[in-house]
């Protein structure tokens, strides 16, 4: 019923929409993409629901939390009362794939504007539900072929997966007897994609900590630096908000203007000077198989007098969470000072870093599950002159250690 809803209003008012997908910086890129257009159009994009069956038709609804009575009630007014809210002229929708009836009833429906796709990688998410890339990839493609005629999309061509997407959309384009029609854009950091950034690198400065590279579009190139905002990821998302924008029919500079005010969101790579002198990197809102590298990186890239690592599970992981845990472990070990590990599958990685440094070595911990004693460890071991990472996916509540620990 609360997707029938949805779709009703949305029949209604026809916003353009901008559909997000991808295993890792879906959440990023939306955020983006939505700090940007508010600038000069009115946006409403996904809030965090962890169904996406719920989050969906929540959007076109304009609600963030499901409360039956409010739904029902803002629907009625939506439909009946046409001056009840001026309807945003962007959605722009965070959309996963782990429920595959939710997917094909949104596709039927959804007349969507531009789809971009982040990532799919070698470990799919919800690997409990999806066998390997190879199924998500088809998935995603399918999807793809159902964005309106003379729609855009826009893919990441560093991601194999995303890339050999694109190359089928484009053969069915060529096609005379086909009628799919969509504009496909590559966004990336190889040569080869429309809208690049080149010389990438996290900078460490007195007063510049951020993201610095130079960005090339067909329309312009300038050099750019994102302030207080890390990771190759987060420039990713950065370019493909830029490649929506000048698609949208964007000028050049403004767009620039409009990356440059860009923020980071909270608990997704989040940089937070504590008063007793240590840097906190919080990326425990979600965490994937495909972003934990890039928050390893980012720590290893940090000036400080210790690296502290504490990771939690990789959930959804199936099959592949032994390797993944142990390879965590082994990449922890060359870099980190003090590694903990939070619920059972990170002991896998914990036992690796002892492996590695050696069974003496004293300064690898392992929680389960309990807040508190996290939270009291890490108010007692970290120092002045400390980097601490911290980074689980949002089933783990971290987000309250990081708070505390922050202050």
Known sequence: MLNFFAA??????RPKVIVVTGTAGKSVTVDFLYQALSKDA????????????????????LEKTFNPFKVLAKFLNLMIFPWYKKYPAYIVLEFGFENSKIVSYW????????????????????????????????????????????????????DISVFEI???????????????????????????????????EIVCEKNAW?????????QGTKDLFLQNIFGKGSVYSALATATVLLKQGYEFEHTCSLLLNLEALHHRMKLYRSRKGYIVLDNTFHI???????????????????????????????????????????????MCDVFVGI???????????????????????????????????????????????????HE???????????L
């Open 343 to 393: 619920g059972v599958r990170s002991k896998f990685a914990v036992d690796e870093v002892k492996n590695k440094k050696g069974r003496a070595y004293s300064a690898v911990h392992f929680f389960e599950y309990q807040l508190k004693d996290i939270e009291a460890y890490l108010m007692q071991e970290l120092q002045a002159g400390d980097v601490v990472l911290l980074a689980a996916p």
């Open 396 to 406: 783990l509540q971290l987000y309250h250690v990081s708070h505390t620990i922050s």
């Open 166 to 200: 694109g190359e089928r959309l484009q053969k069915i384009a060529a096609d005379d007897n086909d009628p799919f029609s969509a504009e496909v854009v590559y966004f990336g950091i190889t040569s080869d994609s429309a809208v690049r950034a080149e010389n990438y």
């Open 8 to 13: 009703l209003v949305y029949q209604k008012y």
């Open 42 to 61: 009115s946006v409403y994009k996904t809030q965090y629901h962890k169904r996406h069956s719920v989050g969906i038709p929540l959007t076109f609804l």
């Open 288 to 334: 994937s198989s495909a972003s934990i590298w890039e928050s390893l990186d980012v720590l290893s890239k940090m000036p400080g007098e210790r690296k502290v690592c504490v990771i939690g599970d990789l959930l959804h992981t199936g099959k592949y969470a032994l390797e993944l845990h142990q390879k965590i472990g082994k990449i922890a070990a060359d």
């Open 107 to 158: 596709a039927q429906r959804l007349d969507f504007d531009v789809l971009v796709i982040t990532s799919i990688g070698d470990i799919p998410p919800f690997a409990e539900v999806f066998a390997g890339p190879e199924s998500l990839q088809k998935k995603k493609e399918l999807f793809a072929r159902a964005i309106k005629p003379g729609g855009l999309i826009v893919l990441n061509g560093d």
């Open 210 to 218: 951020g993201n610095s590279f130079f960005l090339y579009t067909p």
